[in-house]
């Protein structure tokens, strides 16, 4: 006859909280993924029908230019999205018995993946400008969308997010809204910021 081993281990509060900010990132980092992503497919799109004259934005110059920087776009968008979707984001919901440390922690993460995206925007502007200015504007959405993680998605998504867990702490689906609510928030941040960084 077999023994159980009844034996616990001890994790220290420090290395759990560490976990938890290390999980909440990678949720985070994808989610910021798809919204970019989804931001650089439609934008792409824009141009296309900018480029067939469906609607007049003045993206582009020629057809040549139109199909070659709508094409680069949405390729860059959908490996984003694909990026986003291969990571910890299908998890769904961190596993945390106290919402202020999952508060904290979906904080930080906002600021690290904001600053991240920042960063990465702005580096990246500095090496096209020989290029469309289609490419210009579509780094800005990258930007873009890095200002809105640390700003309007840190305020609104974080105070969205308490509250639907506060409200419906016992419903079944709730971890199947919370990474949607949260990309929701984020795409509406990211519209108005784009708005205010290229008026």
Same mark, same amino acid.
């Given at each position: 006859m077999h023994e159980l081993d009844t034996t616990t281990v001890y994790v220290s509060?420090?290395?759990?909280?560490?976990?938890?900010?290390?999980?909440?990132?990678?949720?985070? *980092?994808?989610? +910021?993924?798809? /919204? %970019?992503?989804?931001? #650089?497919?439609?934008?792409?799109?824009?141009? *296309?029908?900018? +480029?067939?004259? /469906? %609607?007049?934005?003045? #993206?582009?110059?020629s057809t040549g230019a139109m199909l070659g920087s709508s094409l680069v776009i949405a390729v860059f968008g959908a490996f984003a999205i694909g990026v986003a979707v291969e990571g910890p984001v299908k998890e769904f919901r961190e596993l945390s018995a106290n919402e202020i440390e999952l508060a904290v922690a979906r904080g930080l993460a906002l600021i690290v993946t904001g600053v991240v995206l920042l960063i990465v925007g702005r580096?990246?502007?500095?090496?096209?400008?020989?290029?469309?200015?289609?490419?210009?504007?579509?780094l800005q959405v990258v930007v873009a969308s890095g200002i809105a993680g640390f700003t309007w998605t840190l305020v609104v998504g974080l105070a969205a997010l308490w509250g639907v867990r506060?409200?419906?702490?016992?419903?079944?689906?709730?971890?199947?809204?919370?990474?949607?609510?949260?990309?929701?928030?984020?795409?509406?941040?990211?519209?108005?910021?784009?708005g205010m960084i290229t008026s």
């Amino acid at each position: 006859m077999h023994e159980l081993d009844t034996t616990t281990v001890y994790v220290s509060p420090m290395r759990r909280r560490l976990r938890l900010f290390w999980r909440v990132l990678g949720t985070t *980092l994808d989610v +910021g993924l798809m /919204v %970019v992503g989804t931001a #650089l497919v439609a934008f792409a799109a824009v141009i *296309l029908l900018d +480029g067939f004259d /469906v %609607v007049n934005r003045g #993206l582009t110059t020629s057809t040549g230019a139109m199909l070659g920087s709508s094409l680069v776009i949405a390729v860059f968008g959908a490996f984003a999205i694909g990026v986003a979707v291969e990571g910890p984001v299908k998890e769904f919901r961190e596993l945390s018995a106290n919402e202020i440390e999952l508060a904290v922690a979906r904080g930080l993460a906002l600021i690290v993946t904001g600053v991240v995206l920042l960063i990465v925007g702005r580096l990246a502007l500095g090496h096209v400008s020989d290029l469309p200015v289609v490419f210009e504007q579509s780094l800005q959405v990258v930007v873009a969308s890095g200002i809105a993680g640390f700003t309007w998605t840190l305020v609104v998504g974080l105070a969205a997010l308490w509250g639907v867990r506060r409200v419906f702490a016992d419903r079944g689906w709730l971890d199947q809204i919370e990474l949607p609510l949260l990309y929701a928030v984020w795409a509406v941040g990211l519209a108005i910021v784009f708005g205010m960084i290229t008026s």
